[in-house]
């Protein structure tokens, strides 16, 4: 497994940070915890998820990813 950082803009409340969380949970082979206050999301990801899988999780529940790391 890989663990990433995913740096996030556009959640303002627990509820966005759970659609985030949520959208990413359901990649095959993700599990995501979202931290609201550090607008991130840390990700273990097995190798074969790409960042751009990540960053089109989160993009299509409505936020901005500004980086992986």
Same mark, same amino acid.
């Given at each position: 497994? =890989?663990? $990433? ?19 990413? =949970? ?13 607008? $991130? ?29």
């Amino acid at each position: 497994m =890989n663990t $990433k950082t995913v740096r996030i803009e556009g959640m303002m409340c627990k509820h966005c940070a759970a659609r985030v969380e949520k959208a990413l =949970n359901a990649l095959p082979g993700v599990t995501a915890a979202v931290d609201l206050e550090g607008r $991130k999301a840390v990700v273990s990801a097995e190798p074969a998820v790409t960042d751009e899988a990540l960053k089109t999780a989160v993009t299509d529940a409505g936020y901005e990813v500004v980086g992986i790391e």
